[in-house]
């Protein structure tokens, strides 16, 4: 527990590590794999869980979000938005944008700072 005090002294969502714990989940599921509608559930679920299980292990005092949204690729394009009303000194995002040459994948993150 006191590991987990020392990092709250961190003021501020830093969305670069974020990014980069999520976009190894997703190259660790998706790396290699073709657009297939029937593994869709099981690469979404773990793309989120692994994600969301790595921003925990970093001891921040978040509340993490994480969404992923895995699509065919199209011609038609693919377009995603959101919006936050929170405390932007401490409160974060992050996207991470993946795709290969059958599918394109979303993931966001939200972490909401947990005041102590």
Do not use: P
């Not at 038609?76 to 994948?105: I, K, L, P, Q």
Request: proline residues 0%.
């Amino acid at each position: 527990m006191e590991e987990y005090h020392r990092h709250c002294d961190e003021v501020g969502f830093n969305a670069d590590e974020a990014h980069n714990i999520v976009k190894e989940c997703v190259d660790g599921v998706l790396g290699g794999e073709d657009y297939n509608q029937n593994n869709i559930n099981q690469w979404t679920a773990s793309i989120v869980e692994q994600s969301l299980t790595h921003l925990v292990k970093l001891g921040k005092a978040y509340k993490y979000i994480v969404t992923c949204a895995v699509v065919q690729r199209s011609a038609y394009g693919f377009h995603t938005a959101s919006s936050c009303f929170w405390d932007t000194t401490s409160d974060g995002t992050c996207t991470v944008r993946w795709e290969n040459r059958t599918m394109n994948c979303i993931v966001n993150v939200f972490a909401i700072a947990i005041v102590l």
